[in-house]
């Protein structure tokens, strides 16, 4: 059984700062992608920025610049920090994984459980 666990969403002033991990546990042969998404209620979720390997990343237009993703492999941790926050980042964010459990498995999808993150003005 894979699980990931999110943490580091909160309340923050627009132009403030916050930082989210997600961590993977349980058993993991390898993580291919790593993701950040977010979705506000009533809303399909929207991409964020992605990892894919050690160092190749994207970021959806509208955080270019702001947010930051970098990942850890030795804990199977990913990371988001984001910057000069604004009112219309606030949603519930959620991190997603694509990896394999075993070396003889296909990658299967993962989802965190979502951390809300509230941007006053």
């Known amino acids: 059984q894979v699980q990931l666990v999110e943490s580091g969403g909160g309340l923050v002033q627009a132009g403030g700062s916050l930082r989210l991990s997600c961590t993977a546990s349980?058993?993991?042969?390898?993580?291919?992608?790593m993701g950040w998404y977010r979705q506000i209620p009533g809303n399909q979720r929207d991409f964020v920025a992605i990892?894919?390997?050690?160092?190749?990343?994207d970021y959806a237009d509208s955080v270019k610049g702001r947010f930051t993703i970098s990942r850890q492999d030795v804990t199977n941790t990913v990371y988001l920090e984001m910057s000069s926050l604004k009112p219309e980042d606030t949603a519930v964010y959620y991190c997603?994984?694509?990896?394999?459990?075993?070396?003889?498995?296909?990658?299967?999808?993962?989802w965190g459980q979502g951390t809300q993150v509230s941007v006053s003005a």
């Open positions: 990892i894919i390997g050690k160092e190749d990343t």
């Open positions: 997603h994984m694509s990896l394999k459990r075993e070396s003889t498995e296909p990658y299967y999808h993962y």
């Open positions: 349980g058993t993991i042969f390898e993580i291919s992608t």
